[in-house]
């Protein structure tokens, strides 16, 4: 048995795309390179090109013009290196990226040849190759895949061969990369600022440097800064305080980060937003803080 590839027709309306395909027992390994080998017979017309393509996705009719475009390899006599009566062999070199699952074989993708009636070989006007032993393998040995033996009775088994649109292999499942909005908050303590003050000590700068560091290789949202007081002593300074404090930091962030100006926010929220109770001064202290809450996109595969 051979296998017959149409690679063109002698009727100049005739614009199906033709070609035949099959899966490969493993999927190829990337910077390998592999030995592809054939004997090929084009009967008694001139041999001209031949296109192969090795893609991910199982080629069908409704979307072979757009999966063939440009030939993995590209057959030419200058690729014979041996001749057995009207057969020609063929060997070449293929070096494979890793992502190639099927094997086409076509002249799809390759400059139009002009048939004459003459060279019809059938009622449909088709002009046919022959082509027998293909064998593609890795110059250097490698380990079959998992998949080697179930890929090979999958093949074998297919029960709708030269029927169209009716894929061999189901399509491998695609993990599409979704964006969760996510926000780190970050504490500082009031212990690191003087008493009822809003001047930056070193502790803050180096928080605040270090966060600097961090967000030049995430791309953030908004950066939100609040201060927060104890309900002790006058509410309104409280207030005045809180927001001189988260102030101060979005002054020092900004001038570190100025294109992300629009982005930095700063507001006092005085004593309204305890997280810990007044009664106690471990529980005051904890509400003598400044939150920075930073927004951001994260990727889940």
């Known amino acids: 048995m051979v296998l017959v590839v149409p690679v063109g027709n002698v009727l100049s309306n005739f614009n199906k795309p033709r070609f035949v395909y099959t899966g490969l027992c493993c999927p190829l390994v990337a910077g390998k390179k592999y030995d592809l080998s054939f004997y090929i017979n084009s009967a008694d017309i001139p041999f001209q090109q031949l296109a192969f393509y090795f893609t991910e996705k199982e080629p069908m009719l409704s979307t072979v013009n757009s999966l063939l475009k440009t030939p993995s390899l590209i057959i030419t006599d200058k690729n014979f290196d041996a001749e057995y009566k009207t057969w020609q062999h063929v060997k070449c070199e293929y070096l494979a990226t890793g992502s190639e699952r099927f094997c086409t074989i076509t002249n799809l993708g390759l400059p139009p040849v002009e048939y004459e009636m003459r060279n019809a070989m059938n009622k449909s006007g088709d002009v046919l190759y022959f082509i027998d032993e293909i064998i593609l393998k890795p110059q250097q040995p490698l380990p079959v895949c998992p998949k080697y033996d179930e890929n090979i009775k999958t093949m074998f088994d297919y029960n709708f061969r030269h029927t169209d649109n009716i894929p061999v292999f189901k399509e491998l499942p695609v993990n599409k990369p979704t964006l969760k909005l996510k926000a780190d908050t970050i504490i500082i303590s009031d212990l690191l600022f003087d008493i009822n003050k809003a001047t930056l000590k070193p502790g803050i700068k180096n928080i605040l440097d270090s966060l600097v560091t961090q967000l030049t290789t995430k791309k953030f949202l908004k950066l ?40 930095i926010s700063s507001s006092g929220k005085g004593q309204s937003f305890p997280v810990a109770e007044n009664t106690t001064a471990a529980g005051r202290q904890k509400n003598r803080r400044v939150e920075i809450v930073i927004n951001y996109f994260t990727i889940i595969q």
């Open 224 to 263: 939100e800064i609040s201060g927060h007081t104890d309900n002790t002593g006058d509410e309104k300074k409280n207030q005045l305080l809180s927001e001189a404090r988260a102030t101060a930091i979005k002054e020092y962030l900004v001038n570190k980060m100025p294109q992300a100006s629009e982005k």
